[in-house]
């Protein structure tokens, strides 16, 4: 209210100095006119606010002209002002509110977020919890399998050995029944020679003379070594069954001398994935990678009783060798071709480790001829030829790829010494009669 009072009081002097200022210009323009003018001049009219509407005072002369004075009577409207403020501060006051009630709403926006954030932490924790539990409890059991495919493994082991040792001694007894034979057919004469030579083909420990002193021609690289000749190369032997005989290579310096080597792996020049009449016949060089042929080697290993040994080699120089104290191909067969060259072997050492035991007593694969256990050929699924099983744990034929490779167990492989996806850079098979002194 004091504030409104001195906006009226100054309004009201306002007005006040106008009004004067107004009457003293109107004075001083009549005192001039009437100084200067005859007495005969009409005075001016003085009016208020005749035609201008925010004129104060129009003074108009005789001359007709006019003299207008502005000055605004409006006072200032304290109350539109003090209005304008009111709403101001209402506006403030409610963006203040908006602006206190959106900040609490992000609060508790954030407060829910956090609450299910920290829900859904808790949730992935007790999941990975529980994924650890699951990974332990599968770690156990791949422990447990684990132990029993080595039981298992050993329990095959132990039936092949079983099985080896029931072929040999059941190679005796035929050793046996062939010496009856012959002496009865000495004595008769009338015994067919069919039959005994068919007996005679199963091994019999010591039943073959050593070496050729007698001017005998050598049946294997042991005879020629017995002679004298001990140098490593090509020799021509005659085996008992095979008189027009054919060439072979010796080993003459390795454990003592007189093997016949059989194959050879060693830079990949000779290609392996072949049929069954090449693995028949043989193919390769001599000097180089070759294979002599299963009715070669069949032929061979039915002179007697004969032992193996396999030599290996890895592209960073190391060495291991298996040996087995028997071994033969078709050693029961009246037909080996037929039955498909089965092969025989026990007895195993060295430091390669066994990858052949498990191969025993199984017939010969090639790409075309499929004799082994599985639904699928495993010479063309592993690229090699062998005595598969279901399928192999060696594949001395396979592809030579030249150590690490990608694909699985179908290289030059020996799986006890370098797994199923190593292929070796060399390897050697290699025969010689079982000594007496074995």
């Known amino acids: 209210p004091q504030r409104m009072s001195c906006g009226y009081i100054l309004c009201t002097v306002l007005l006040s100095v106008a009004v004067l200022l107004a009457v003293t210009v109107t004075g001083a323009i009549l005192f001039m006119n009437h100084y200067h003018t005859p007495v005969t001049e009409s005075p001016p009219v003085i009016s208020t606010n005749p035609e201008e509407a925010n004129a104060l005072v129009t003074i108009e002369k005789a001359d007709s002209s006019r003299i207008n004075i502005f000055i605004d009577p409006n006072c200032p409207d304290a109350a539109g002002t003090f209005g304008r403020l009111e709403g101001l501060q209402t506006s403030l ?8 009630a959106e900040a609490k709403a992000a609060k508790s926006q954030q407060k829910a977020l956090l609450v299910t954030v920290a829900d859904e932490v808790a949730k992935l924790l007790t999941h990975a919890v529980q994924l650890r539990a699951d990974c332990d409890g599968l770690k156990k059991g791949h422990s447990a399998m684990g132990q029993e495919l080595s039981a298992l493994q050993s329990e095959q082991g132990r039936l092949i050995q079983l099985l080896s040792e029931s072929q040999t001694n059941m190679a005796r007894l035929v050793s046996s029944v062939s010496d009856v034979l012959d002496t009865l057919q000495k004595e008769r004469g009338g015994a067919r020679p069919r039959l005994k030579a068919d007996l005679q083909r199963a091994p019999a420990r010591g039943a073959r003379p050593r070496g050729c002193s007698n001017g005998s021609r050598p049946r294997d690289c042991f005879d020629i070594y017995a002679s004298g000749q001990q140098e490593d190369g090509i020799y021509s032997i005659f085996p008992t069954h095979y008189p027009s005989g054919f060439q072979v290579y010796c080993d003459m310096t390795t454990d003592g001398g007189g093997w016949t080597v059989f194959q050879r792996r060693e830079d990949g020049s000779v290609n392996f994935f072949r049929g069954w009449e090449a693995y028949r016949d043989g193919f390769g060089k001599l000097t180089g990678e070759h294979w002599l042929g299963l009715k070669r080697i069949h032929v061979l290993t039915v002179q007697g009783s004969y032992e193996l040994r396999v030599d290996l ?110 292929s070796l850079k060399f390897t050697e098979m290699k025969i010689r009669p079982v000594r007496e002194e074995n």
């Open 93 to 100: 006051l409610r963006a203040v509110t908006d602006h206190d």
């Open 313 to 422: 080699e890895d592209f960073d120089n190391g060495t291991a060798y298996a040996h087995y104290g028997s071994f033969g191909v078709g050693l029961f067969s009246v037909d080996p071709e037929e039955d498909g060259y089965p092969i025989s072997i026990a007895d195993y050492s060295g430091t390669a480790g066994d990858s052949f035991l498990k191969h025993n007593g199984m017939k010969f694969t090639t790409k075309d001829l499929d004799n082994d256990h599985s639904e699928n050929n495993c010479a063309a699924f592993y690229h090699g030829a062998w005595w598969y099983r279901n399928c192999h744990t060696s594949n001395l034929n396979g592809q030579y790829l030249k150590g690490h490779h990608s694909s699985y167990a179908d290289g030059i492989e020996w799986s006890s010494w370098t797994g199923w996806q190593y």
